[in-house]
């Protein structure tokens, strides 16, 4: 098994519905993010868990809502999105939250909003 | 400015060429980390390396090899003798000290037959 997995691989979603996107990782780490990929930009830090508390929110919009159960498992709870968040959502665990670690990635959610 | 500039938006070669993926970093801290990580078509991004900021030896990993000069503030990355496989897109990432990891734009290369 995959080390990141993510769930769904795609996604096309209107702007008035509500979806979630999962992530699960099986590497035992501690820490836990969400990136977004749009084209022709950096990738973008969302959040990050680390023990299973959020310790960074990169001013996302409310419209994204993270929740983390416990160290293995990650969602993003989508919701009225805009077009313009249609992007390559990323999932990334990390042994540690500090500076310096490795990320380990999943092969990310390519979310289209009509 | 970017902390991070990967100048080389996209490369191609033909097969069994080397090709070398530049990198350019911006920080005032002393200690930091730079990574290369490899995203193919597949989506996922693909740890290749990470260096600290004490340690200027270049690496060699089979047909990668790393430059790592921190007078020019560059960290550079050389596949040798390419391969279809190698096509991807090639990220190169700053960590600092008490901030998030800063990745550049990518440099996409394409190999070809």
């Known amino acids: 098994e995959t080390g990141v997995t993510q769930t769904p691989r795609h996604l096309v979603m209107g702007m008035t519905n509500k979806k979630s996107l999962k992530c699960e990782q099986h590497?035992?780490?501690?820490?836990m993010y969400w990136y977004k990929q749009s084209a022709k930009k950096p990738l973008e830090l969302m959040f990050v868990?680390?023990?299973?508390?959020?310790?960074e929110n990169n001013s996302v919009p409310s419209r994204f809502s993270p929740e983390c159960p416990n160290s293995s498992h990650l969602f993003l709870h989508l919701h009225t999105l805009q077009p313009e968040d249609s992007a390559l959502y990323l999932c990334a665990s990390s042994q540690g939250g500090g500076f310096g670690e490795k990320l380990f990635f999943g092969s990310g959610t390519q979310l289209s909003v009509l | 400015a970017q902390k991070v500039t990967q100048a080389q938006t996209e490369i191609s070669v033909v097969e069994k060429e080397d090709v070398t993926l530049d990198c350019v970093y911006e920080t005032r801290d002393t200690t930091y980390y730079l990574f290369w990580y490899k995203q193919p078509p597949s989506g996922e991004l693909v740890f290749l390396i990470r260096?600290?900021?004490?340690?200027?030896q270049n690496e060699i990993s089979g047909r990668y090899s790393w430059n790592f000069q921190k007078s020019t503030s560059s960290f550079n990355f050389t596949i040798t003798a390419s391969q279809v496989v190698d096509s991807a897109v090639y990220f190169c990432a700053l960590s600092e000290a008490g901030d998030k990891i800063i990745f550049g734009k990518g440099t996409r290369l394409h190999i070809l037959p």
């Open positions: 590497l035992g780490h501690n820490a």
């Open positions: 868990y680390s023990l299973e508390e959020r310790v």
């Open positions: 260096r600290n900021s004490f340690d200027e």
